[in-house]
């Protein structure tokens, strides 16, 4: 399986521990959880990532659409993480027709222990944690107002905040398992499509046989 590696917050090349320092390093960010990105998609890719957080102290999720939307395939996988803090985030990438318009769209779910700063970069936010844009989203549309787009995750309805993003892409966030959920949809409008019944399964919990792939996202395997 080919995998590239990169900062997770910055897309950039990342150093690997040697005697002088014992984590993953980027000359932007210093030290950090490095991102790894399979660059083919399948079945048998996605099950090798599986095992790779299996093998964590802390099993992460990995959060896809199922059923798929119509049109839609699975198109990507990346993990962030190393042999010595093990898995922590994970990250599904989806492609489809944009639900508007019905040109290509792309959604990016992402699940993040605190910290890590994939999810952020993505989403195209500062910072690695979105607690501070979630606080002042919620504060802007007051203790009455509800979420921007309600899913279900794992069983359970989930609602999604929208985070102010660049305008080439929406960018929602929650909470799931205790963890960071990000839903980040390029262009903007593809958003939409988590307006309608969208539900999240952890595939490390069961991958569907049916699960439809294709070819590689350009934003996961990207600079965005």
Request: hydrophobic content about 40%.
């Amino acid at each position: 399986m080919g995998v590239t590696v990169s900062c997770p917050r910055c897309a950039d090349q990342v150093r690997k521990p040697d005697l002088m320092h014992s984590n993953w390093r980027c000359d932007n960010c210093g030290d950090v959880q490095p991102f790894h990105v399979a660059e083919h998609i399948s079945a048998e890719i996605v099950g090798s990532v599986l095992r790779e957080s299996a093998s964590a102290r802390e099993r992460m999720p990995l959060w896809g659409p199922w059923p798929l939307p119509s049109g839609w395939t699975v198109t990507g996988v990346g993990w962030a993480g190393d042999d010595r803090s093990g898995v922590r985030a994970t990250a599904l990438a989806c492609s489809g027709p944009e639900p508007l318009g019905g040109g290509p769209a792309d959604l990016l779910f992402i699940a993040e222990q605190p910290g890590v700063g994939l999810g952020n970069r993505f989403a195209g936010i500062p910072g690695t944690d979105p607690g501070h844009l979630l606080s002042g989203t919620l504060a802007d549309h007051g203790p009455c107002a509800g979420p921007h787009a309600k899913i279900k995750v794992g069983g359970h309805p989930t609602p999604l905040w929208c985070v102010e993003s660049p305008e080439d892409r929406s960018a929602y966030v929650s909470e799931a398992k205790g963890i960071w959920l990000y839903a980040v949809a390029w262009p903007a409008s593809a958003g939409y499509l988590l307006a309608e019944h969208v539900v999240l399964d952890d595939l490390s919990e069961g991958v569907p046989p049916e699960l439809v792939f294709g070819a590689p996202s350009p934003y996961l395997h990207g600079r965005v």
